[in-house]
């Protein structure tokens, strides 16, 4: 390993900073580099001796590397993609990075990719021991997440994200720098914020994430003051909100300023603010009492331009071309004053407003600059001060006496920046068999840019049931006709190409059986019949049955295979364990499997369920899901074996609440019979030592439990047979008699 000085750490670092990405430059012409990002950087620049450390010179792998790491290290991954099995732990203040570090170029960030082909979750995660880590200058593809971060301050820079399923960037109570980032086709969020510190997210290029682009949780904490710093980004094809804050009860010390961002063709709401913990946008605004600062915006082509809250400042911005509304949910001490709106379904909708809006034509350019002669050059204003709120735009963020109105402040120049293609892949859809096609309606605009470039299109499959692929009539065009084999949910990516830049979308397709857009709630204990799923898929069906819940159950009847499984959409309202109780049944022996999966569908638990052909109480099994997120997460049940059925679904977070009744008096062990992998309801939750015994008495199982009253036992490879169950607490003894097939 190659050990370098200060004075060569110090180079590294300036080259680090010299680089802008093209995604930035095409929007930002101007905007400070964070003051707190130069002072971490000048701090860097003075530490000790660091040892660079290379993969796989070095090292073969990653987390090798980080192993052998000291805080302060540099650890450099040659080009190449390293696809991973594991997380990649750090608990070091080190540098991640490629030869971009030294090299300065684009094309290292390309090179040097960490990907996973199993979905994990996430690629790589940064503990609380990695205070003051740099992750820089690397391609993140595919996974779950791709980045958890726990430390209180790390930078995240120069970095691109691509066609995760879940968020690229979560921060779990951390903190940072984020910037000069570019986001494509994150299943969820681009950066998550959950019991978040201060950070600063700026320079990020955002293009079509699944749900918002970032999405702040307005968790309570020790109520210690927050900032919150959201500048000079670039937003464009939310599922949901571009900006989205979810507000909880109380004040949690948390200010947000936004300002000079670019938020376009979100489908819901460019900035959204919801209530009561709610990640589902709804329109209505909340009642939050932090403050946010919202100016020198453009809001562009979005459902809804601003929905607000309590101490909402919004001045100096471009909204326009807003499908329902520009501003709504602006009262108590908000206020909207000095804004353009233009071309808006509505301009106001219980909105407190000022007298200096302008409603005139903002005259953009395709990358969001101001034509000469714009009504909106020279004619914002500098402090707004209004309701005992007051925000001053920075002297370095405006060139006249005066600020303008919008994103990017007009400084006389007449040459346009090249904007990457717009690519709409356009809305989900369900094909319902037996039909099998569908019509693909995408959408590709381009500013025309570069004058010799040649504007392509492509549709690929992403994603599908394994081994499945589909038909496209023409793949070159975004209009088209799919044709689908198996059923199942099918995700379709639209690449739009200008000859120097690239952007894409992807749409989702369910060819499935039956299909009801349906979210449940789990603010509490909820029961779920099998028929509320959110779509039924292969061979499994709803039928009628006597004795069900509701007299229809989910099946795979037998001779029709075991492709059968039915996904519900579930929305939590708290991170943790949660407990899901599936009532079901099988035939016989050899219909009796199901494998079970939330929120990671790559991860399913698979078990045995009863025999009994009926949905009583020894019936139910329980499966118990961990680090279960706040949001909305498929779970989905499918069969293993044809003939087994599923009834009812209960979910708790509550490990000693179940779907019936227990019997003090009367041991229960369910499901009966089983394989061998059966839950004890116990009577107390005392400590209890638990014993299983074969015909012959000879023991087979023990362990010891306390503060549950379920208690999983898997026996392991047993013969069939009777088996006894002794249970002994400090007050009694009970045994009971179960059978293994």
Not at 307 to 314: D, S
Not at 329 to 338: H, M, P, V
Not at 691 to 719: C, H, K, M
């Amino acid at each position: 390993m190659k050990k370098i000085g200060c004075n060569s750490f110090i180079l590294l670092i300036t080259l680090f900073l010299a680089w802008t990405p093209t995604q930035a430059k095409s929007v930002w012409k101007y905007g400070p580099k964070s003051a707190i990002a130069e002072a971490k950087y000048e701090l860097a620049a003075v530490k000790p001796m660091a040892v660079v450390i290379r993969v796989p010179e070095d090292f073969s792998t990653i987390q090798e590397a980080v192993d052998a790491a000291n805080d302060n290290d540099v650890i450099i991954l040659s080009p190449g993609t390293y696809t991973l099995t594991e997380t990649v732990v750090i608990n070091k203040r080190i540098t991640l990075t490629s030869e971009f570090i030294n090299s300065n170029e684009e094309s290292d960030v390309d090179a040097t990719v960490i990907t996973s082909a199993d979905n994990l979750d996430p690629l790589v995660q940064f503990n609380a021991g990695a205070l003051d880590a740099i992750c820089t200058g690397l391609t993140f593809r595919d996974a779950h997440k791709q980045l958890t971060l726990e430390c209180d301050y790390m930078e995240v820079t120069y970095c691109k994200f691509f066609d995760n399923g879940s968020d690229a960037v979560s921060l779990e109570g951390a903190g940072g720098y984020f910037a000069y980032n570019y986001f494509e086709n994150c299943g969820d969020e681009a950066i998550d914020a959950d019991n978040s510190l201060d950070w600063i997210v700026e320079y990020n290029t955002i293009i079509n994430p699944g749900d918002d682009g970032l999405e702040i949780r307005l968790h309570n904490n020790d109520n210690s003051a927050r900032l919150h710093i959201i500048r000079y980004n670039y937003i464009s094809g939310a599922d949901e909100d571009g900006i989205q804050l979810i507000d909880y009860d109380g004040d949690s010390g948390r200010e947000f300023q936004i300002h000079h961002n670019v938020i376009r063709n979100s489908t819901m709401v460019g900035l959204g603010c919801t209530i009561n913990g709610n990640t589902v946008e709804n329109f209505e605004g909340s009642y939050m009492e932090e403050k946010a600062f919202v100016y020198n915006n453009v809001f562009d082509n979005n459902d809804h331009g601003i929905t607000g809250a309590n101490n909402v400042l919004v001045f100096n911005n471009i909204i326009s071309n807003s499908s329902t509304v520009a501003l709504k949910k602006l009262d108590n001490n908000s206020s909207a004053d000095y804004n353009c709106l233009y071309n808006n379904g509505s301009d106001f909708m219980n909105a407190s407003t000022g007298p200096n809006d302008i409603f005139v034509d903002p005259m953009l350019r395709s990358d969001y600059s101001l034509q000469e002669g714009s009504p909106c050059i020279d004619t914002g204003i500098k402090t707004y001060t209004i309701n005992g709120l007051s925000q001053t735009v920075a002297d370095i963020d405006f060139l006249g006496e005066l600020p303008d109105r919008g994103a990017i402040e007009f400084d006389g120049s007449v040459v346009l920046t090249n904007v990457a293609p717009t690519v709409i892949a356009g809305e989900n859809l369900v094909v319902l068999a037996p039909t099998n096609q569908i019509r693909l309606v995408g959408e590709v605009s381009d500013d025309g840019l570069p004058e010799s470039g040649n504007l392509t299109t492509i549709w690929t499959l992403e994603s599908g049931p394994t081994g499945e692929n589909v038909i496209f009539a023409d793949d070159t065009s975004a209009a088209t006709n799919v044709t689908f084999g198996k059923q199942g949910v099918y995700e379709l990516k639209l690449t739009a190409n200008d000859s120097e830049k690239t952007s894409s979308d992807i749409i989702t397709v369910f060819f499935v059986n039956d299909y009801n857009d349906t979210t449940i709630e789990l603010a509490e204990s909820t029961f779920i019949e099998a028929e509320d799923y959110r779509y039924l898929a292969g061979n499994a069906q709803v039928l009628d049955f006597t004795g069900a819940s509701e007299g229809e159950i989910v099946a795979a009847p037998l001779g029709g295979g075991t492709y059968a499984y039915s996904e519900y959409r579930l929305a939590t309202f708290s991170e943790g364990t949660y407990y899901v109780w599936i009532n079901a049944s099988g035939l016989n022996e050899g219909s009796n499997g199901l494998n079970v999966s939330f929120n990671d569908l790559e991860n399913e638990v698979s078990f045995e369920t009863t025999i009994t052909n009926s949905f009583g109480n020894e019936s139910w099994v329980m499966i118990a899901f961990e680090n279960i997120p706040e949001g909305v997460y498929p779970l989905r049940i499918s069969a293993t074996e044809e003939g087994v059925s599923w009834d009812r679904i209960f979910v708790t977070t509550d490990e000693n609440e179940s779907p019936f009744d227990t019997n003090p008096d009367n041991l229960m062990v369910y499901p009966v019979p089983n394989q061998g992998q059966f839950i004890i309801a116990l009577n107390s939750t005392e400590p209890a030592k638990i014993e299983v015994f074969n015909i012959q008495g000879q023991l087979v199982y023990t362990t010891e439990v306390s503060n549950t009253l379920f208690a999983p036992i898997e026996l392991g490879v047993v013969g069939k047979g009777v088996y006894v169950i002794s249970i002994e607490n400090d007050d009694e003894l009970i045994t009971k008699k179960i059978i293994i097939n």
